[in-house]
């Protein structure tokens, strides 16, 4: 759980902007997406929903103020839900930040802050917790595991081209393009290049 996240019930939802409808309505639609796990832990809803939600907050390579609000519910229903839902979750909180820190924020008027830092802790919790997890995710994709996420209709080649700004701002350190792990040589181990031999 993310503590210090906006909580639903907090009348600044009416203040934040969003790309369609206004915040309020985008809380109503939170709170409503947060509710969707159903007990085998998927996901109940389609993905005309989930896109609805990220229209308003992320349109077109630009966030406003709202995208601060909306990361850190996302990560927290990624960690809810299998894998292979989650991937795209993960991959949008990727976007987000990436465009955060190429191009600021949208909406950005007089009087307004450009990124709002009373929502910035928790925003950047939810970054560094997808970070961790996305670099995690490629060190499982490189020992095999979660093969649909590769494939055709994977999302990992587009989420692992995110680890780079996810990790430039989130309180971890960087790691290399490749990752690196530790393989056996003759009853020994020695550290080489993922791949090598």
């Known amino acids: 759980m993310i503590e210090n996240k906006l909580?639903?019930?907090?009348?600044?939802?009416?203040?934040?902007?969003?790309?369609?409808?206004?915040?309020l309505h985008l809380?109503?639609?939170l709170i409503e997406w947060m509710a969707g796990v159903d007990a085998s832990g998927s996901l109940r809803f389609d993905d005309e929903f989930t896109d609805d939600i990220f229209q308003m907050v992320l349109h077109q390579g630009t966030?406003?103020?709202?995208?601060?609000?909306?990361?850190p519910y996302c990560y927290e229903l990624?960690?809810?839900?299998?894998?292979?839902?989650a991937s795209e979750l993960w991959l949008w909180i990727g976007w987000a930040e990436e465009v955060r820190?190429?191009?600021?924020?949208?909406?950005?008027?007089?009087?307004?802050?450009?990124?709002?830092?009373?929502?910035?802790?928790?925003?950047?919790?939810?970054?560094?917790?997808?970070?961790?997890?996305?670099?995690n995710l490629r060190d499982d994709i490189e020992m095999g595991q979660h093969s649909y996420l590769t494939g055709d209709e994977g999302c990992w080649e587009a989420l692992g081209k995110t680890l780079p700004a996810l990790q430039r701002n989130a309180n971890l350190p960087s790691y290399p393009e490749k990752p690196r792990r530790v393989t056996k040589k003759s009853g020994s181990s020695s550290t080489?290049?993922?791949g090598s031999e």
């Not at 966030?63 to 990361?71: G, H, Q, R």
């Not at 990624?78 to 839902?85: H, Y």
């Open 7 to 23: 909580p639903l019930d907090d009348p600044r939802w009416r203040d934040l902007d969003t790309f369609y409808h206004d915040g």
């Open 27 to 29: 809380r109503s639609k």
């Open 63 to 71: 966030v406003v103020s709202s995208t601060f609000a909306v990361v």
């Open 78 to 85: 990624a960690s809810r839900i299998p894998v292979k839902e």
């Open 101 to 135: 820190s190429a191009h600021g924020v949208y909406f950005v008027r007089e009087g307004r802050e450009p990124e709002p830092e009373w929502l910035m802790p928790a925003y950047r919790e939810a970054i560094d917790l997808t970070a961790a997890v996305v670099e």
């Open 192 to 194: 080489g290049e993922a």
